[in-house]
């Protein structure tokens, strides 16, 4: 990179000129002819590094202990897409909660577009699976087999002694059985954490399919932590690809405050910072010390950049390095790039940020009141197909119906039939009307009327669905009889 060397004394001073022939024509994982250039980044250190520890041991303790968390007797999260039942927080939806499913979705998405508008990428560095498991899992125990990224660079340069054997495959053979866990966590999520146990205890040959899957899922997760890594934020997640047309200059993001830092340039052990600032330069060093620690290869000080995850490790690196030379904290930290132009030292609450958030949090109120207000059983009465009214010997007139009913509560159900709008007989064929906890069952309804009640062709029947002496819906159908001459 060129710099200009006038004094600094304005934004459009401190505009570093780009070098073209090298910026951003390529990743900075790859070289000039495309092929991939390993990262060893250094290992973080500092209050960001801390507290993201923190929030990921409890992230990995949901996780893992998700499947086997009883809710009502539901698991916390499972995506059952083969039995086509999905269930959050201990909620079971079903197909027939399409709508709210939808909107939930919908929900989710305006969420994703206004949080990442407001907050950035957030979520990469701190929440994603996929940041928490590389930076806080894999990584880690790379660090502590092959050691800092200089020893492993080391290592990686040295011939294949017995030592760098035992330490490489030793590493893999852990990354591989954290794979295998992380690919049966998954698993568990998708079939349920009892039909995992089963496949891990029962006769292998009974469950082909499963196994199959839980090998495939172990082997994609140690190619992602194992070789991937980087470059699945990087070239396979649809959300980092997303967010360059979802933030803005009002976004908050992991920035390099250019007006403070530049221009840069290495500190000399005699100069004091006021000779320094008189001679041009900012704050900024050129320790390099943020683009050492970057899991993603990439230098902030060149600005937002799409492979940036957000993962803090370049603040808690240079405010390191401003402790250190006694200059305040901050030169990289979270802000917005029209905060960082208006010259603000700190994050600034905007309208703008109170305004995301209301949305967010309204979006959110919304989808907890649809998942609290959906009704807690599902009942639908349809006329039995190709059956006809029938004439019983008592002079009735009977029609058949066939009744379907859904409970989604966490208790079984003991359901009533009564007819509303009209005297006549409900009888339920076959076992008592009572339906089992989150389960759906289906019976036949013989409904019996008086000929002299009926109109002619057609009557129109309301019928009261009851539970515990309360009506849970009121159903409408058609009851057919014979045509009256005249
Ligand atoms: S760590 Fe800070 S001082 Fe060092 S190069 Fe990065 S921005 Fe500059
Ligand atoms: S630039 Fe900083 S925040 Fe972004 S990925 Fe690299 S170290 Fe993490």
């Known amino acids: 990179m060129q ?6 004394t304005g934004i459009q001073e401190v505009v570093r000129e780009v070098n073209w022939d090298d910026f951003r024509d390529h990743l900075a994982t790859a070289d000039q002819e495309g092929r991939r250039m390993w990262i060893y980044p250094r290992q973080p250190a500092g209050r960001f590094y801390r507290w993201r520890t923190w929030l990921s041991w409890s992230l990995l303790l949901i996780m893992f202990a998700g499947p086997f968390i009883r809710i009502h007797g539901n698991p916390l999260l499972l995506v059952n897409i083969v039995d086509r039942k999905f269930v959050v927080l201990g909620q079971v939806f079903w197909p027939q909660d399409g709508v709210i499913l939808a909107i939930g979705l919908l929900i989710f998405l305006i969420g994703i577009a206004v949080f990442t508008a407001a907050y950035g990428r957030l979520w990469c560095g ?35 002694t017995g030592s760098k054997i035992a330490r ?16 049966n966590t998954l698993l568990a999520y998708i079939i349920g954490s009892d039909a995992l146990i089963r496949i891990v205890t029962d006769d292998p040959r009974r469950h082909l399919e499963g196994l199959t899957f839980m090998i495939l899922f172990t082997l994609v997760f140690y190619a992602i932590f194992a070789r991937f890594r980087e470059q699945a934020c990087t070239f396979i997640c649809p959300y980092g690809r997303l967010q360059s047309t979802l933030l803005d200059e009002n976004s908050i993001v992991v920035a390099y405050d250019y007006r403070r830092g530049e221009k840069r340039g290495a500190l000399h052990r005699s100069q004091s910072m006021e000779a320094r600032h008189a001679t041009g330069h900012g ?14 290869g990439i230098d902030i000080r060149n600005g937002t950049q799409m492979e940036c995850v957000h ?37 600034k609450i905007t309208p703008r940020l109170v305004a995301y958030t ?3 949090v309204s979006l959110i109120g919304l989808e907890v009141f649809l998942i609290f207000s959906r009704s807690q059983m599902q009942i639908t009465l349809l006329r039995t197909p190709g059956a006809l009214f029938q004439q019983m010997p008592n002079g009735k007139i009977s029609n058949l119906y066939l009744l379907k009913l859904i409970n989604k509560t966490p208790r079984q ?20 009307l009572v339906v089992p906890p989150q389960q759906r069952m289906q019976t036949s309804v013989l409904i019996e009327l008086s000929p002299a009640r009926l109109r002619h062709g057609s009557t129109e029947l309301v019928l009261g669905v009851y539970a515990d002496g309360t009506r849970l819906q009121t159903l409408k159908t058609a009851f057919v009889g014979p045509r009256k001459d005249g």
């Open 283 to 296: 704050d900024c060093i050129d320790c390099r010390q943020c683009v050492t620690v970057c899991p993603t």
């Open 413 to 432: 159900i003991p359901v009533q039939l009564k007819l509303e709008n009209i005297e006549g007989t409900v009888t339920v064929l076959g076992k008592d």
């Open 168 to 183: 490489k495959a030793g590493k893999h053979v852990i990354f591989l059985g954290l794979s295998f866990l992380v690919g």
């Open 126 to 160: 701190w929440v994603c699976p996929q940041t928490v498991l590389m930076e806080m899992v894999f990584r880690k125990i790379e660090y502590l087999i092959e050691g800092d990224s200089h020893q492993q660079r080391a290592l990686a340069k040295a011939p294949w």
């Open 3 to 8: 710099q200009t060397e006038e004094p600094k």
């Open 311 to 347: 993962c803090t490790a370049c603040i808690d690196a240079c405010d390191d390095v401003m402790e250190k030379i006694r200059r305040p904290r901050g030169l990289i930290r979270y802000a917005s790039l029209d905060g960082i132009e208006r010259g603000e030292k700190q994050l």
């Open 358 to 360: 209301c949305i967010l």
